[in-house]
């Protein structure tokens, strides 16, 4: 079993959709999530990081975390086409930690 | 520079030979990483690297993947006698010594290598 799972898409919403995206975790030992967005032929760029349980927001971008469940999500309000991208989930064990554990990514079109 | 930058941006290479990709840091960046994105999975961490030491390289998949850096600047992931499974897409990320896991990381867009 991986230690993060991912579902890989694709996904294909309407412009102004709000979108879901989820990842659930094996390991109770992370403790930091993030989210980040890769543009097609790009590097990953760092949307969102969390620590706790719960929400953080940011513009039309909401971080879930829920612990107990080991699953967390990304919302996307008001979705524009220049939000199509993949976007990977990503975590650690802990501040210092010298590698991020990747979920697959989710390819995501916004379609206007 | 600016970002992060790594070259070639593509490779193709014939299976056996070698390969030199090259990692160019944010400057004063001292931590930098090694990734690796294969088609349809998750990156994989490779190596990290802290000044010019390296004290985490357990995600080398084998002996045939070697790494170096020169003080806290370009980095260099070999990877000799090339097989099909090599075939990926290699990042770079640099960060502020190793805060990477509260998302310091900058990504370079990559090395996509493809071995035939």
């Known amino acids: 079993q991986k230690e993060v799972e991912q579902d890989p898409g694709p996904l294909s919403v309407p412009e102004g959709a709000i979108v879901s995206l989820n990842c659930t975790y094996s390991?109770?030992?992370?403790?930091?999530f993030m989210w980040y967005r890769q543009y097609s032929r790009k590097g990953p760029e760092l949307l969102m990081y969390?620590?706790?349980?719960g929400n953080k927001e940011d513009g039309r971008f909401t971080a879930q975390v829920d612990k107990s469940s080991k699953y967390i999500s990304l919302f996307i309000r008001d979705s524009q086409p220049s939000d199509s991208a993949t976007y990977l989930c990503a975590m650690s064990r802990a501040t210092g930690a010298n590698n991020l554990f990747f979920g697959t990514g989710t390819r995501l079109t916004v379609i206007p | 520079g600016a970002g992060v930058s790594q070259s070639p941006s593509n490779k193709v290479t014939e299976k056996g030979k070698d390969v030199e990709l090259r990692c160019d840091p944010i400057s004063g960046h001292t931590a930098l990483y090694w990734y690796r994105q294969r088609l349809g999975q998750g990156l994989e961490f490779l190596i990290y690297?802290?000044?010019?030491?390296?004290?985490?390289k357990s995600g080398l998949p084998s002996d045939r993947f070697s790494a170096e850096r020169t003080g806290e600047s370009v980095s260099t992931l070999t990877i000799q006698r090339t097989q099909q499974e090599d075939s990926a897409v290699y990042l770079c990320?640099?960060?502020?010594?190793?805060?990477?896991?509260?998302?310091?990381?900058?990504f370079g867009s990559g090395t996509r290598l493809t071995v035939v």
């Open positions: 990320a640099s960060s502020f010594r190793g805060v990477g896991a509260l998302g310091g990381y900058t």
């Open positions: 390991n109770s030992a992370f403790q930091y």
């Open positions: 969390t620590y706790s349980s």
């Open positions: 690297f802290q000044g010019n030491s390296a004290p985490d």
